[in-house]
């Protein structure tokens, strides 16, 4: 597996992350399998959430993980916190118990990575420096980012919080690109120009943040995939072509076109599945020409002007 430098850090990660929040639907030896094969494709970087599973899918991913100090070392963890029952909690108490939370489920002392899951309107930057602060005093977190958050929001933040943002999280994937086609769009009276993100796409990119996307698989808010959907012939079509080329299938593919891109972005894979997991991992080696990529592009149905 291909690495990366995340964000600012020197912390070495494979350029594709294993999102563990539907580990909860396998059985204990699927699960066990799950993680071990990640770990024989180098995809050691898991991706967690206090809110996953209601907990349970951290707990189970150190059951399978077989956690201990030997195999800690060889694994990368990062977790989120900040959402709760019908709000949003950037509260420094709320930041502290769930690290700790997070910590005691998977069986470790830290964790590699924090994300700050969703904004919080009441978010006090001061309170989350200061809980920034005591994690990383204490040896409980090594290294800070958000997730779901735009350019402002960020500055916010930084107004208070000292640690590199390494990682920002976003929803993005073929068919959910505003943040890249309203680049194509500026200054012109269309749906494409409208900037609903605040150009976090260049802001992390000039900020050396690592883009995270989320749902790389998913069309609209969790409406289904795009591979393989009738919704989507054209895409599907000249997926499939260039996936023939490169001797992959489809899956890999759609993983190559998020990596093609020069932010150097680490994709989050949902999937449970070991062969989709090989697939997704291939992506690795396979790097799209410019023509493909916009090939592809275009055929979700992205029009330049």
Same mark, same amino acid.
């Given at each position: 597996?291909?690495t990366?430098?995340?964000g600012?850090?020197t912390?070495?990660v494979p350029v594709?992350?294993?999102?563990c929040?539907?580990?909860?639907?396998?059985?204990k030896?699927e699960?066990?399998r799950f993680?071990?094969? !990640?770990?024989d494709?180098?995809?050691n970087?898991?991706d967690?959430?206090?809110?996953?599973?209601?907990?349970?899918?951290?707990e189970?991913f150190?059951e399978?993980?077989?956690?201990?100090?030997?195999i800690r070392?060889k694994?990368?963890?990062?977790?989120?916190c900040?959402i709760r029952?019908?709000?949003?909690?950037?509260?420094k108490?709320?930041?502290l118990?769930?690290?700790?939370?997070s910590l005691?489920?998977l069986h470790?002392?830290?964790l590699d990575v924090l994300?700050?899951h969703?904004?919080?309107?009441l978010?006090e930057?001061e309170?989350?420096a200061?809980?920034?602060?005591?994690?990383?005093?204490?040896?409980k977190v090594?290294?800070?980012?958000v997730?779901n958050?735009?350019?402002?929001?960020i500055?916010?933040l930084k107004?208070?919080?000292k640690?590199?943002?390494v990682?920002?999280?976003?929803q993005?994937?073929?068919?959910?690109a505003?943040?890249?086609?309203?680049?194509?769009n500026v200054n012109?009276?269309?749906?494409?120009?409208?900037?609903r993100?605040?150009s976090?796409l260049d802001y992390?990119r000039?900020?050396?943040?690592?883009?995270?996307p989320?749902s790389?698989?998913q069309?609209g808010f969790?409406?289904?995939?795009f591979?393989g959907?009738?919704?989507?012939?054209?895409l599907n079509?000249?997926?499939d072509e260039?996936?023939?080329k490169?001797?992959?299938?489809?899956t890999?593919?759609?993983?190559?076109?998020?990596l093609?891109?020069p932010?150097h972005?680490?994709?989050?894979i949902g999937t449970m599945?070991?062969?989709r997991l090989k697939?997704?991992?291939? !992506?690795?080696d396979?790097?799209?020409?410019?023509?493909?990529?916009?090939?592809?592009?275009?055929?979700?149905?992205n029009?330049?002007?």
């Amino acid at each position: 597996m291909r690495t990366m430098k995340l964000g600012t850090s020197t912390l070495e990660v494979p350029v594709v992350s294993v999102g563990c929040m539907r580990i909860n639907s396998l059985e204990k030896t699927e699960a066990e399998r799950f993680v071990q094969t !990640a770990l024989d494709l180098g995809a050691n970087f898991f991706d967690h959430a206090d809110i996953y599973g209601g907990g349970s899918c951290e707990e189970i991913f150190a059951e399978a993980i077989h956690m201990n100090d030997d195999i800690r070392e060889k694994i990368i963890l990062q977790s989120k916190c900040g959402i709760r029952k019908r709000m949003f909690d950037f509260s420094k108490e709320h930041i502290l118990e769930s690290v700790d939370g997070s910590l005691k489920r998977l069986h470790t002392d830290y964790l590699d990575v924090l994300l700050l899951h969703r904004p919080d309107a009441l978010v006090e930057p001061e309170e989350v420096a200061e809980a920034f602060d005591i994690l990383e005093r204490s040896g409980k977190v090594r290294h800070f980012g958000v997730s779901n958050q735009n350019p402002m929001q960020i500055e916010l933040l930084k107004k208070s919080v000292k640690q590199p943002l390494v990682a920002n999280q976003l929803q993005l994937s073929i068919t959910n690109a505003n943040m890249i086609s309203n680049g194509f769009n500026v200054n012109m009276e269309n749906e494409a120009a409208v900037n609903r993100d605040g150009s976090i796409l260049d802001y992390c990119r000039l900020n050396d943040i690592t883009i995270q996307p989320w749902s790389p698989f998913q069309y609209g808010f969790f409406e289904g995939v795009f591979l393989g959907n009738e919704k989507f012939p054209e895409l599907n079509q000249k997926i499939d072509e260039i996936a023939e080329k490169y001797q992959v299938n489809n899956t890999t593919i759609a993983i190559a076109w998020l990596l093609r891109h020069p932010a150097h972005m680490q994709p989050v894979i949902g999937t449970m599945n070991v062969g989709r997991l090989k697939d997704c991992c291939k !992506a690795s080696d396979i790097s799209l020409t410019r023509e493909e990529w916009y090939e592809i592009f275009r055929a979700a149905g992205n029009v330049l002007p």
